[in-house]
């Protein structure tokens, strides 16, 4: 395929497409991986130890331990922890009160508190619920347990940690496929428009699915290596799991990539103008993924009009499949419902990008 | 089609809209020979090639190119022609060899086939030296032969060339000529635009467009005959008026500005340079010489164009020259 080969050669000289297709999605990655993890944890936490006691230290152990607060200096009074607070040095502080032990051994309800600054939402809501299971555990163990034992038990599957880190990358994946793979497609048509050589082009026996299909094979290339890339920097830099099949990953994955191709191919197609492609394409490839795709907001809390325009939203499905793979290890059997939705996707928009490929100039 | 007719367009029109830019425009090219494009930018030239590489329905008429009625079966005639368009649309990021390659891939031409063919046409076209450049890298005329050997590479029956010396310097435009002449004597239909009236004297025959119309086709010396009839002087250091004073008197044809200079032109029987100056110092107008001059194209154009311009179908400025 001589469109294919010279495709390859396109991307190779070009420095930028490289670093989009490769660099881009772990940088991404990265951000949303560290920086935008909605797990709150290592909260700076000062402890005011009045009571200076086995119970009181084995009450501050015990929250540092979880991980979910990081120690510290101590202070001495009550009056320190509201400046500290205030500074923002801290965003915790464990005030334990003098016979605080006593209180315990007696069976007195105990009364140390836990001061958390509540001027960054998240992390004050974090803190509370953390800290609430730890406190409770080491301050009236009996009693807790007792009423605790005749409740609902909650136990979550699959991401038993909550890890949000888990729900980032598969959504992140999704993400980068998605943009990476439409922005490069929308550009390779819309390219040879701007520069004149699809005139050349036409005038030579190729015909337009031969162009069509010979774009996207490198780039169908490209997006798996990058796939691989992302999946292997997800699973060994965030630890997440990979418990299902990667001949089923891949697959998907493939199904997609082919879907975001098609729509940068329609965006090329039309637009004529690699500027205008690229906005078309990232307004109906990444945006949708992005908002309405259950990436970062549940589809279930949406209004129903936008849960019925999520359906046609490829992401949607893939990112089903990809946390169906990843955490959960389901197989074919049950993701086979979205895998053809993809299937469907995929050569549908593709055709579409064909059939509105015009070999004459006007 | 007979054997040796290339191209045969037939009432040919091209309407965008309202603008017609091509008008009821009929001729045949014959095989082997070089068929120049003449007209003012906007003209219909490139409107015109176009429509013979498939490239644009018409709106109405008919047009074969190689046998192929290229208004039905646009995608038919591909392999028959090889088109070089205007804007130079090699990919500057490939090398010379890699455009080559690709190109030839894009007609079907792979393995030996086309090592064969790329080294015929890299060898004619001087090129075997570049094979590694990258093609953004080369100057014009370079990359114009590089265009050239494109269009050739799968030995096409005929070729179009839509103002392909456009931005080449004058060096490298000869040598782009001289290649033409020989592909058109080995029997290769070459189909030209140009707006270089020096270069359509190099056709074998030339047709003018202006305003969408075929205003005239004939040989360059046929157009000189028919449009530019007598003779022609170069008259210097007269002024425009004075000269213009003593037209009548002097039976003079034409006079035209032609650089520092006038062009004044005669009845084929009309007074020799000689005469014409006595006549001139007889009549008190200051002449420093009066020297046969050439007929040239341009006074062909400037005649065809007047004339039109006259019954009013002055040509206008359009998009998709």
């Not at chain 1, 209180?103 to 619920?129: E, F, I, K, Y």
């Not at chain 1, 891949?250 to 906005?279: D, H, P």
């Not at chain 1, 259950?294 to 089903?320: C, D, E, H």
Request: some cysteine; proline content about 4%; overall charge neutral.
């Amino acid at each position: 395929m001589a469109v294919a080969h010279k495709e390859v050669l396109h991307i190779i000289r070009d420095a930028r497409a490289v670093y989009m297709a490769l660099g881009l999605p772990v940088v991404m990655l990265m951000l949303f991986g560290y920086g935008i993890s909605q797990d709150v944890d290592r909260i700076p936490m000062s402890v005011v130890d009045q009571d200076r006691t086995p119970a009181s230290r084995r009450m501050s152990e015990a929250l540092v331990a979880g991980g979910d607060f990081v120690r510290e200096p101590d202070l001495a009074s009550p009056d320190d922890a509201e400046t500290a607070l205030r500074s923002g040095r801290v965003k915790a502080v464990l005030l334990v009160p003098r016979g605080f032990e006593r209180d315990l051994a007696r069976g007195v309800p105990a009364a140390a508190q836990l001061l958390v600054d509540g001027s960054d939402g998240t992390t004050a809501t974090v803190a509370l619920g953390d800290a609430a299971g730890i406190l409770q555990a080491t301050s009236s163990e009996r009693a807790v347990r007792a009423s605790l034992s005749a409740g609902p038990r909650v136990r979550v599957r699959f991401n038993p940690t909550m890890r949000s880190t888990y729900n980032m990358v598969s959504g992140v994946i999704v993400l980068i496929l998605a943009m990476v793979a439409s922005l490069l497609s929308s550009l390779t048509i819309a390219r040879e428009w701007e520069q004149g050589s699809m005139e050349q082009l036409f005038a030579t026996p190729v015909s337009r699915s031969q162009i069509i299909v010979g774009k996207l094979i490198p780039y169908t290339g490209l997006g798996f290596v990058q796939t691989l890339l992302v999946i292997t920097v997800g699973s060994y830099m965030f630890g997440v799991p990979i418990r299902g099949s990667l001949v089923t990953l891949f697959g998907c994955s493939m199904l997609f990539l082919l879907a975001m191709l098609g729509t940068g191919l329609i965006a090329s197609v039309i637009a004529k103008s690699q500027l205008v492609a690229v906005q078309f394409a990232l307004m109906t490839s990444y945006m949708p993924v992005a908002m309405i795709s259950g990436f970062m907001f549940p589809i279930a809390n949406m209004p129903k009009w936008l849960q019925a325009i999520s359906m046609v939203v490829p992401g949607r499905y893939y990112l089903t499949t990809l946390r169906g793979v990843l955490l959960k290890g389901n197989g074919i059997d049950v993701l086979a419902r979205d895998a053809i939705t993809l299937a469907g996707f995929a050569s549908a928009l593709l055709v579409i990008a064909v059939w509105r490929f015009r070999r004459r100039l006007a | 089609m007979s054997e040796d007719v290339s191209i045969r367009v037939k009432a040919l029109t091209k309407r965008f809209d309202a603008f017609v830019a091509v008008d009821d425009v009929s001729f045949e090219v014959k095989k082997g020979e070089i068929f120049g494009y003449l007209g003012a930018n906007g003209a219909g030239k490139s409107t015109t090639i176009r429509i013979l590489c498939g490239l644009l329905p018409v709106s109405s008429g008919d047009a074969e190119v190689a046998g192929v009625d290229v208004v039905h079966k646009p995608n038919a005639v591909r392999h028959a022609i090889g088109y070089m368009s205007q804007k130079f649309s090699l990919y500057l990021d490939l090398t010379v060899a890699e455009n080559l390659e690709f190109f030839g891939g894009a007609y079907d031409l792979f393995g030996q086939t086309f090592r064969t063919r790329r080294d015929a046409v890299m060898h004619d076209l001087a090129l075997e030296t570049l094979s590694r450049e990258l093609t953004g890298s080369l100057p014009g005329g370079l990359r114009q032969r590089l265009a050239l050997a494109c269009a050739l590479l799968h030995e096409p029956q005929v070729v179009f060339l839509d103002e392909p010396t456009a931005g080449v310097d004058p060096d490298a435009r000869r040598t782009f000529w001289r290649l033409i002449r020989r592909l058109a004597d080995e029997g290769t239909t070459i189909f030209v635009t140009t707006h270089y009236m020096d270069e359509a004297e190099y056709c074998d025959r030339v047709g003018l467009m202006v305003a969408g119309k075929l205003a005239a086709l004939d040989t360059p010396e046929g157009l000189k005959r028919t449009f530019v009839p007598g003779r022609i002087y170069e008259v210097q250091g007269a002024m425009i008026g004075e000269v213009q004073k003593s037209a009548a008197d002097l039976a003079l044809l034409d006079i035209e500005p032609f650089g520092a200079a006038l062009h004044v032109r005669v009845a084929k029987d009309g007074p020799d340079a000689e005469k014409l100056r006595s006549e001139f110092t007889g009549r008190g107008v200051h002449v420093t010489s009066v020297i046969d001059a050439e007929v040239t194209l341009e006074d062909v154009f400037l005649r065809v164009v007047g004339g039109a311009e006259k019954t009013g179908r002055a040509p206008k400025e359009a998009k998709g020259s």
